[in-house]
């Protein structure tokens, strides 16, 4: 069983920048393949960005346009979501998650162990 940790968070200006680190204990990260999902107050909870265990293949949500890299450091065992000229609609608590599995990691029924969140708040 892995355990994930989210920092990072906080409050910044639109066109600013943050990143997110998720750091796991208990097991290596490459075994898994990594998701970032992110829930506004009152929203259903939306896929951010996955890394596959195999190949560091990388997915995105089409609305991000870009503005987010996700990357993995395996010596690290973290997770990073890079996150670049920030909107207000981006502000949501965000969390990593991990998932046994290497395929259809834009779902999040696919990912077996979460994060407890980071808040994210962009002002205008």
């Known amino acids: 069983q892995v355990q994930l940790v989210e920092s990072g968070g906080g409050l910044v200006q639109a066109g600013g920048s943050l990143r997110l680190s998720c750091a796991a204990s208990g097991r290596t990260l490459s075994t898994y393949g990594m998701g970032w999902f992110r829930q506004a107050p009152g929203k259903e909870r939306e896929f951010v960005a996955s890394i596959r265990r195999r190949g560091g293949i990388t997915y995105y949500a089409v609305s991000l346009e870009g503005r987010f890299t996700i990357s993995r450091d395996h010596a690290k065992n973290t997770v990073y979501l890079q996150m670049n000229s920030l909107k207000p609609e981006d502000t949501a608590v965000y969390y990593c998650?991990?998932?046994?599995?290497?395929?259809?990691?834009?779902?999040?029924?696919?990912?077996?162990?979460w994060g407890q969140g980071t808040q994210v708040t962009v002002s205008s």
């Open positions: 998650a991990a998932a046994s599995v290497d395929y259809g990691l834009g779902d999040r029924a696919q990912y077996a162990y």
